[in-house]
Nanobody, 115 residues
Framework: QVQLVESGGGLVQAGGSLRLSCAAS????????MGWYRQAPGKERELVAT???????NYADSVKGRFTISRDNAKSTVYLQMNSLKAEDTAVYYC?????????WGQGTQVTVSS
């Protein structure tokens, strides 16, 4: 059974940094495309960043230059380094894993940026 467990969220001042982690289990981590999505109150869930099994990355325009997604296959973990945080980055951040027909989600971690 695939499990994705996020951690690293919290409260930070605008301009600060956080690093989110997503530890995966029950899967061959290295073959999955991994991603981070977020959902702010009253808004739909949106893509933040993705990284393929070949480590190709893709970012939402709103986070380009500020956020970095990476993966450590030996630790079955994907990271999201978030710098220069803004109030509009406040949301629940979700980890996502995809391979063929599989599309799995973690439970989410809250990120709150105070202005």
């Amino acid at each position: 059974q695939v499990q994705l467990v996020e951690s690293g969220g919290g409260l930070v001042q605008a301009g600060g940094s956080l690093r989110l982690s997503c530890a995966a289990s029950g899967m061959i981590f290295s073959i999955y495309a991994m991603g981070w999505y977020r959902q702010a109150p009253g808004k739909e869930r949106e893509l933040v960043a993705t990284i393929t099994s070949d480590r190709n990355t893709n970012y939402a325009d709103s986070v380009k230059g500020r956020f970095t997604i990476s993966r450590d296959n030996a630790k079955s973990t994907v990271y999201l380094q978030m710098n220069s945080l803004k109030a509009e980055d406040t949301a629940v951040y979700y980890c996502n894993a995809r391979w063929r027909n599989f599309d799995g989600w973690g439970q989410g971690t809250q990120v709150t940026v105070s202005s």
